[in-house]
């Protein structure tokens, strides 16, 4: 009986326990073990916020608020809340870290900075699991940082500056895979960066100035693809050694640099200019020396450069003399009389690429031909070589005869053609186009779908086989022919040759379809005079592919041997600012113009090369380089480095649209580009002369017999921002290279950006902005008259165009 009652008892007293722990829960919702951990830290520190520490539940219990600082999660299904959040800061807490932190296991945030906390920090800290944030900067911490640290897996911030740590970094934080921000600087911290701090490839931020490190920057970033998001990098004031290597500029998401106050030495290489979004750049007070590399001072983002305190040679407001050598006597390739073309795309509104669709209403088929500006824009050139084609032309449709039943309008279409379904050409908007034409003076090459009556290879998905159905071509010339619309060239698909972009068709197919497509033009066009020139393959050069197409279609069949080149990369490469002034990178395409020149003397010496489509950077150009004056460096050399290279047609995409376009999409005011376009129009005649010159890489000079006067005319480009060229010719008629010598004046066109600001695209002509008439007419454009027997002054970032009436050269007469 006696156990009886003492099991009854027991039962009983069970009973009252777990009734009292119960209502204790449903009185304190906080989990009890972390408010256990705050009651600790409570009543074990003296900080002046825990006065505010009221109430028994840290979450709140609905009477009263949350204990300050504290932060809790949503109750679980238990009614339970546990505390993720504890943010005591700048309330002069004083003593060591207070270790019943430890046990508040489900914290997410922990920030005491900017107390008084002494001592390390425990190794336990290694059991906050869910850490994401640690702030503990701006306190006397000491010692080593735990390698512990490394076991929050979770965390993205870690701050521990401001503190008196020593010894060197952990080599475990570099098991953090989610670490953005890590901030160690103003410490004691001694020995070598951890290079496998480069494996984090989320880190954003990395700050360990002031300290005591050693070593170099090359240790630091040996490794390959290191620090792929990294934006700021801070290493000043401490004790590194060594350059900057050129591997640095790999780090392309990089801001801000901070070397200054080390012991580093050496010259700071080209590259780092290329770092495409630098904004900040500190190299003072260190050893450096040489000079800072001209790129820097032109580069679109950089707004603060520190270089004092090193050895540094001026680089600034420089005068470098030059020794042109014109060679007169022959001609060292021709051009055609109107070399100078432009592109009219079929793209539509919806053409849209990174985020952007620049095209708006200048597509063949929606285009305002009825603006004004656009009119005197290609009546200025008189006349002005226009391209009908691009990207979408083999998915167009005429609409004429009969082959034709139905005229779609161009769809986004995922299975379509650079994502798009087929469009037409309806002869209403056919008859405006030629409209305009006839009254602007336009010379018209029309480019026609190729892809009719073919499909696509049960081998290769991208391989297009069967001969081309020329029915619906043909109808569309017959009619041109009956409406007595010109028509300078026709030109067989684009960008089908080689490897193809979308699609592509064999060398031997399309041979055998151009010489169909001649012999059109021989029957609509009988008279020789008056017969329109057939133009292919219009795409990217492939030797071996070139080679068998003019194998194969022989002597006589195709008139203009066309390529295309986009030789800057893609619109959205953030590096394509420094590309367009790099005179080493222009060079490399180089070797594909003397490449297309062999091709043809090997395999078709009665053509000549045209590069049929030009836009420097695809997918519709930069969105801040290619309308501006700074793309005009690229622009303006490949005219010339062609015309060295005997191309006859240099066709720009585009005359409107896209970023590219010579023209503003929406405005319609003429870029820079234009200008430059209808000076050399204007100024440089066929015949092309031989010009070397003994000065630096960064002027770019090309010499041709004048257009319309006697004697020649020079472009002359400077792609240093920090050097003025005095440019003075000599003439190598003969063996004594004598120094060209004329008393009359020399005639001189200036181009400069306004306010010096490369990426302006207001151009100045001999200092002046040039703008469109009131009524909408292009600006004259009359040179500055200068005494012969001067130098030609070419100042940084400006382009110049010079006519030497009384430069005797016999190619010219």
């Known amino acids: 009986m006696a156990t009886r009652i003492h099991l009854l008892c027991s039962a009983f007293s069970r009973f009252i326990i777990a009734s009292l722990l119960l209502n204790e829960v449903v009185r304190c919702k906080t989990l009890k073990r972390d408010v256990k951990a705050l009651n600790e830290i409570k009543a074990s520190l003296g900080w002046r916020v825990v006065y505010a520490w009221v109430g028994d539940d840290p979450c709140g219990d609905g009477d009263l608020p949350p204990w300050a600082g504290i932060t809790c999660s949503p109750a679980n299904e238990n009614d339970y809340r546990v505390v993720t959040g504890l943010e005591v800061y700048a309330v002069s807490i004083v003593g060591p870290f207070p270790l019943a932190v430890i046990n508040l296991v489900d914290l997410t945030r922990l920030d005491l900075h900017n107390n008084k906390l002494t001592g390390p920090i425990p190794p336990q800290i290694g059991r906050l699991k869910h850490l994401k944030i640690l702030n503990l900067r701006w306190n006397k911490l000491q010692d080593a940082i735990p390698p512990e640290i490394g076991e929050l897996k979770q965390l993205t911030h870690l701050y521990l500056s401001f503190n008196n740590f020593k010894g060197e970094i952990p080599r475990e934080l570099a098991n953090l895979p989610e670490l953005r921000y890590l901030q160690l600087h103003v410490n004691r911290l001694t020995g070598r960066i951890p290079p496998e701090l480069g494996s984090l490839r989320n880190l954003r931020h990395l700050d360990v100035g002031n300290n005591h490190f050693v070593g170099t920057l090359r240790d630091l970033i040996r490794n390959e693809g290191c620090f792929p998001s990294l934006r700021n990098l801070y290493l000043n004031n401490n004790y590194l050694t060594g350059g900057v290597p050129s591997q640095l500029a790999n780090l392309t998401n990089l801001e801000i640099l901070y070397l200054s106050s080390n012991k580093m030495a050496g010259i700071i290489p080209?590259?780092?200019?290329?770092?495409?979004?630098?904004?900040?750049?500190?190299?003072?007070?260190?050893?450096?020396?040489?000079?800072?590399?001209?790129?820097?001072?032109?580069?679109?983002?950089?707004?603060?450069?520190?270089?004092?305190?090193?050895?540094?040679?001026?680089?600034?407001?420089?005068?470098?003399?030059?020794?042109?050598?014109?060679?007169?006597?022959?001609?060292?390739?021709?051009?055609?009389?109107?070399?100078?073309?432009?592109?009219?795309?079929?793209?539509?509104?919806?053409?849209?690429?990174?985020?952007?669709?620049?095209?708006?209403?200048?597509?063949?088929?929606?285009?305002d031909l009825e603006n004004k500006i656009l009119a005197n824009a290609i009546k200025a050139f008189s006349p002005l070589r226009i391209r009908i084609g691009g990207s979408l032309q083999d998915q167009v449709l005429y609409k004429v005869g009969t082959s034709a039943a139905k005229c779609p309008h161009f769809k986004r279409r995922d299975d379509g053609l650079f994502g798009f379904s087929k469009g037409c050409l309806d002869m209403n908007r056919w008859d405006l186009l030629n409209k305009l034409f006839k009254e602007t003076g336009a010379r018209i090459t029309f480019g026609l779908n190729a892809l009719t009556g073919r499909k696509k290879s049960k081998d290769d998905n991208s391989l297009m086989v069967g001969n081309w159905n020329p029915r619906n071509a043909y109808e569309f010339m017959k009619y041109t022919v009956s409406k007595g619309y010109k028509i300078d060239s026709y030109e067989l698909g684009n960008e089908l040759c080689g490897s193809g972009v979308a699609a592509r068709i064999g060398a031997e197919q399309y041979g055998k379809d151009v010489i169909v497509l001649k012999r059109l033009v021989q029957k609509l066009y009988p008279d020789p005079a008056t017969q329109p020139k057939v133009l292919g393959p219009a795409g990217f050069y492939d030797k071996q592919w070139f080679n068998t197409f003019l194998q194969i279609t022989g002597p006589n069949v195709v008139d203009g041997l066309t390529h295309h080149i986009y030789n800057l990369g893609a619109g959205v490469d953030p590096t394509l600012i420094h590309k367009v002034q790099d005179p080493y990178f222009l060079d490399q395409i180089a070797e594909t113009y003397r490449e297309v020149s062999t091709s043809i003397k090997l395999f078709g010496p009665w053509t000549g090369a045209w590069v049929g489509e030009a836009g420097g950077a695809y997918n519709s150009?930069?969105?801040?380089?290619?309308?501006?004056?700074?793309?005009?460096?690229?622009?303006?050399?490949?005219?010339?480095?062609?015309?060295?290279?005997?191309?006859?047609?240099?066709?720009?995409?585009?005359?409107?649209?896209?970023?590219?376009?010579?023209?503003?999409?929406?405005?319609?005011?003429?870029?820079?580009?234009?200008?430059?376009?209808?000076?050399?129009?204007?100024?440089?005649?066929?015949?092309?002369?031989?010009?070397?010159?003994?000065?630096?890489?960064?002027?770019?000079?090309?010499?041709?017999?004048?257009?319309?006067?006697?004697?020649?005319?020079?472009?002359?480009?400077?792609?240093?921002?920090?050097?003025?060229?005095?440019?003075s010719v000599a003439d190598d008629t003969n063996s004594y290279h004598q120094q060209y010598r004329d008393t009359t004046k020399r005639e001189e066109y200036h181009l400069t950006p306004k306010d010096g600001n490369i990426l302006s695209d207001i151009l100045l002509l001999n200092g002046t902005p040039l703008k469109l008439t009131e009524s909408s007419d292009i600006p004259a454009m009359n040179p500055q008259l200068v005494d012969a027997r001067l130098p030609i002054k070419v100042t940084p970032d400006s382009i110049v165009f010079a006519t030497l009436r009384g430069f005797k050269a016999p190619a010219c007469t």
Request: aromatic residues 14%; hydrophobic residues 35%; glycine residues 8%.
């Open 270 to 367: 080209f590259g780092l200019a290329h770092i495409p979004r630098l904004t900040y750049l500190y190299l003072d007070h260190n050893q450096f020396s040489g000079r800072i590399p001209d790129t820097f001072y032109k580069h679109p983002f950089l707004k603060e450069m520190y270089i004092e305190g090193n050895l540094f040679r001026p680089t600034v407001n420089q005068i470098e003399e030059v020794k042109l050598t014109v060679k007169g006597l022959n001609s060292i390739a021709k051009t055609d009389e109107n070399f100078i073309c432009a592109t009219l795309d079929w793209w539509p509104e919806t053409k849209c690429n990174y985020n952007q669709c620049p095209w708006g209403k200048a597509g063949i088929l929606n285009l």
């Open 621 to 727: 150009g930069g969105k801040y380089v290619s309308h501006a004056f700074v793309d005009g460096f690229w622009y303006l050399d490949q005219l010339g480095m062609t015309s060295r290279f005997n191309h006859k047609v240099f066709c720009r995409q585009s005359l409107i649209g896209g970023n590219y376009g010579l023209l503003n999409t929406t405005t319609f005011l003429p870029n820079p580009d234009y200008y430059g376009a209808l000076l050399w129009h204007r100024l440089m005649g066929q015949n092309v002369l031989s010009a070397s010159h003994n000065g630096s890489p960064y002027l770019r000079v090309y010499s041709h017999c004048s257009k319309r006067t006697a004697g020649i005319s020079l472009l002359l480009i400077n792609m240093s921002n920090s050097t003025t060229f005095e440019v």
